[in-house]
Nanobody
Framework: QVQFVESGGGLVQAGGSLRLSCTAS????????IGWFRQAPGKQREFIAA??????IYADHVKGRFNISRDGAKNTVYLQMNSLKPEDTAVYYC????????????WGQGTQVTVSS
């Protein structure tokens, strides 16, 4: 079974950038969609972005600021986050996603992103 490990989170000032990594182990996922999600304290987990062979898709509130990409050789998907805002503070997770961007597997530990104002 595929397992994901998220990394790259940290503390950054508003307006700064971070690049998150999602590395898969257990099986290649080249043929699947991979999505990024986040969960802020006291809020439900929400969809951020997904990438598949046909392209990528973003939630409206990150469009133009975040960019998702993948390196098949490394079994890794990246989330480049620019122009970060305090409201981007959350734990970020990645997962296999269905054709309608629903998560398919159990969640990993995620990576904490904290944006200070």
């Amino acid at each position: 079974q595929v397992q994901f490990v998220e990394s790259g989170g940290g503390l950054v000032q508003a307006g700064g950038s971070l690049r998150l990594s999602c590395t898969a182990s257990g099986s290649t996922f080249s043929f699947y969609g991979i999505g990024w999600f986040r969960q802020a304290p006291g809020k439900q987990r929400e969809f951020i972005a997904a990438i598949r062979s046909g392209g990528s898709i973003y939630a409206d509130h990150v469009k133009g600021r975040f960019n998702i990409s993948r390196d098949g050789a490394k079994n890794t998907v990246y989330l480049q986050m620019n122009s970060l805002k305090p409201e981007d503070t959350a734990v970020y997770y990645c997962n296999l996603v269905s054709p309608v961007d629903r998560p398919l597997l159990s969640w990993g530990q995620g990576t904490q992103v904290t944006v200070s104002s």
